[in-house]
């Protein structure tokens, strides 16, 4: 299984609403990592996370709030969102962070929009 | 400030023939290189990727060639097919300093033409 997971495929909230982006791997990868993609950009790094902790936070709003519940899922919990949030949410992950971000394999994203 | 820097939005190859796709960075810094590809509302998928230790490597019909001095890679498609069309993003990081952000160029949108 090379996959990763992610959950919903595209989601529609109000900026009153919270939320909750998933992604999923079995690869045993314990590096886990969310990008924001805005149309037409390359994908920004938000979080990295490395053995279930929170390893770096790109200066992200607290509006997005991350958690790692265990090695195997990756969750973002929105909440009070701005309608420029709306992009498309990529979940990645790869084998290891410490030694260096080296081939990650990305989820098909969660495509946000925010009225 | 964008250190990854794909200069071509666009690239049209006929079928058959090879495509170059190139990449150019600024920071020194940067030692680990991989070429992502995208194909549209999915997300980026791995390619190939190359360590600054070496100058080329190879993997099926995908070459990606690194000029250190130049700052510049290249990612070369033989023979390109139909389903090569995506849009190919160049991207970097300094893996050797720890820093381990992925640097990402803007994107190369390739059509082959059937």
């Known amino acids: 299984d090379t996959e990763v997971t992610q959950t919903p495929k595209h989601l529609v909230m109000g900026m009153t609403n919270k939320k909750s982006l998933k992604c999923e791997q079995h690869?045993?990868?314990?590096?886990m990592y969310w990008y924001k993609q805005k149309a037409k950009k390359p994908p920004e790094l938000m979080f990295v996370y490395s053995y279930e902790k929170l390893s770096i936070n790109e200066s992200v709003p607290s509006r997005f709030s991350p958690e790692c519940p265990n090695s195997s899922l990756l969750n973002l919990h929105l909440h009070a969102l701005q309608p420029e949030d709306s992009a498309l949410y990529l979940c990645?992950?790869?084998?290891?962070?410490?030694?260096?971000?080296?081939?990650?394999?990305f989820g098909q994203g969660t495509r946000l929009t925010v009225v | 400030d964008q250190q990854v820097k794909q200069n071509s939005p666009s690239l049209s190859v006929q079928e058959g023939r090879i495509s170059i796709l190139n990449c150019d960075y600024t920071?020194?810094?940067?030692?680990?290189f991989l070429w992502y590809k995208k194909y549209p509302a999915e997300g980026p998928t791995f390619l190939i990727s190359i360590s600054s230790i070496k100058d080329k490597n190879e993997d099926g019909r995908f070459t990606v060639f690194l000029n250190k001095s130049a700052k510049h890679l290249s990612l070369h498609i033989v023979p390109s097919q139909p389903g090569d069309s995506a849009v190919y993003f160049c991207?970097?990081?300094?893996?050797?300093?720890?820093?381990?952000?992925?640097?990402f160029g803007t994107g190369t949108r390739l059509t082959v033409i059937p």
């Open positions: 990645a992950s790869s084998q290891d962070w410490a030694g260096g971000l080296t081939e990650a394999f």
């Open positions: 690869m045993g990868h314990r590096a």
């Open positions: 920071n020194s810094m940067f030692d680990y």
């Open positions: 991207a970097a990081s300094a893996d050797q300093t720890g820093a381990n952000n992925l640097f």
